[in-house]
């Protein structure tokens, strides 16, 4: 699965919509990778992308590189469950957070399960972290080729403070950030509303900027 060929499936989606002009692309934590290798390589057919507690890390020593998969965590292919009710009930978020938005979570876990054969399994394919990209991120971060703008939350375990700081200084003054207070990982499930306002603050200052391709500036 690599990023690439993710961002070719949203040209691919884009392409079917026959969309009218270029649109904005929000993606949140691995929606947020695809959306820089997006920005880099397609970034010319996108009005910006914002970037949603998805961390660009700084370079790794090379025994980190070599183990892709963030330290705890693992995946495993788990057998079917009998029914949906059952699957559902076993949905958790990684890494776990608190869930004031209880029925947030469980419209996600229900559309994250398929029925075949079997029973009901999850939409995931637990080799999803088994190699990783050869081109870096930071790499596509800064060939961006749309505006960027980074968003985290306050109490994530994903995009640490610092990692963020680096990220806006990879291209000083170009990238707008936001820290949405109290967020933690997954801000739509605890801060809807908060990480609703911080879109449309970005989308709103780069509605008012030339759509040129260049990276825009918003408000802090």
């Known amino acids: ?7 070719s499936d949203v040209v691919a989606v884009m392409d079917h919509a026959k969309l009218a002009d270029r649109p904005f692309l929000v993606g949140h934590s691995m ?8 920005a880099a390589l397609h970034g010319g057919r996108l009005a910006g992308a914002m970037l949603i507690d998805s961390p660009v890390t700084p370079p790794r020593p090379a025994e980190e590189v070599a183990k892709p998969v963030p330290a705890g965590w693992t ?7 009998p029914d949906l009710e059952s699957a559902v009930s076993r949905f958790r978020l990684l890494p776990d957070q608190p869930i004031p938005y209880p029925f947030l979570v469980d419209f996600v876990a229900r559309k994250s399960v398929r029925k075949d054969e079997d029973g009901f399994a999850w939409k995931f394919d637990p080799r999803v972290f088994e190699k990783a990209s050869v081109t870096k991120l930071r790499d596509y971060f800064v060939a961006a080729k749309c505006p960027l703008a980074v968003v985290r939350g306050e109490k994530s375990s994903v995009l640490l403070r610092d990692v963020a700081d680096y990220m ?28 609703l306002a911080a879109i449309r603050q970005v989308l709103s200052d780069w509605e008012r900027s030339p759509r040129d391709g260049g990276v825009a500036v918003a408000s802090p």
């Open 31 to 38: 929606g947020g990778f695809v959306s820089t290798v997006m």
């Open 168 to 195: 806006v200084g990879l291209l000083p003054g170009r990238v707008p950030f936001i820290e949405i207070p109290g967020g933690h990982h997954h801000l739509m499930f605890d801060q809807p509303l908060p990480l």
């Open 75 to 81: 995946f495993q292919r788990l057998a079917p469950y």
């Open 1 to 7: 699965y690599p990023r690439e060929g993710w961002a």
